[in-house]
């Protein structure tokens, strides 16, 4: 069985794709909560307070997967030097630290992937989204560098979905008006679910997905390419 690596893999889309992966892989986690004593492959690592350890992953890696993010939704005037920062650092330089460090097993693995998270804010524009979707540019960015500067080894890509029932969401869907208004802003009528994002992950960790790289896919409900009309 081959290796993959998921930071992040606790909750929301990371333990989805977590759950989804384990039956055919040998699943490596990494979170900054305290690993169960018994598990071998979990490594406890917090992405923005120093050095992914690189002594704690197996030889070989087939995939590496980045799910760590935030939502920090508020007016420009409002948001700090710090904030942008702070958001920076967990959702880029996180990811560089994080594959830093795996570079070595991916190499090893042969034909390995990587996949990183943006947001549909990104490329749709959104009103008080100005850092994240700072930062998430940014980890289109190293994306697409990446993915040229790996091939043809190693394949980068990347996931920009939409708002998703995820534990870092919850406060946007936390009242039934919360939610309607979500799911009516999305063409297909509702919110995002982890396995949704998790399904098009695993198709990019996957063999069927091996002449894909530098791409981002936007599983989104059809939030950043279509207007619905009445």
């Known amino acids: 069985m081959t290796g993959i690596l998921i930071i992040g893999a606790t909750s929301g889309i990371g333990r989805a794709l977590t759950e989804t992966l ?27 307070a120093g050095p992914f350890p690189d002594e704690a992953l197996p030889e070989a890696l087939s995939g590496l997967v980045y799910c760590p993010g935030s939502i920090r939704l508020a007016p420009f005037g409002r948001l700090s030097d710090a904030a942008f920062r702070e958001d920076f650092e967990l959702n880029l330089l996180g990811a560089v630290r994080a594959i830093r460090a795996a570079l070595p097993a991916l190499k090893a693995g042969g034909d390995a992937s990587i996949l990183l998270f943006s947001t549909v804010a990104v490329s749709l524009g959104m009103p008080m989204h100005a850092s994240i979707a700072a930062a998430k540019g940014a980890v289109e960015g190293l994306t697409r560098s990446l993915a040229a500067e790996l091939a043809p080894g190693i394949r980068v890509n990347a996931i920009a979905p939409s708002l998703t029932q995820t534990p870092l969401a919850a406060s946007l869907l936390k009242t039934d008006r919360q939610r309607q208004g979500a799911a009516e802003r999305h063409p297909l ?42």
């Not at 490596?28 to 690993?35: N, V």
């Not at 992950?201 to 009445?230: C, I, K, N």
């Open 189 to 230: 009528g509702r919110v995002g679910r982890p396995e949704d994002i998790a399904a098009t992950a695993a198709f990019l960790l996957s063999p069927e997905s091996s002449w894909m790289t530098g791409q981002v896919l936007r599983p989104d409900g059809g939030m950043s390419s279509l207007r619905r009309f009445g």
């Open 22 to 48: 384990s039956e055919r892989h040998e699943i490596w986690t990494a979170s900054r909560s305290s690993a169960d004593a018994s598990d071998e492959r979990h490594i406890h690592w917090d992405a923005t």
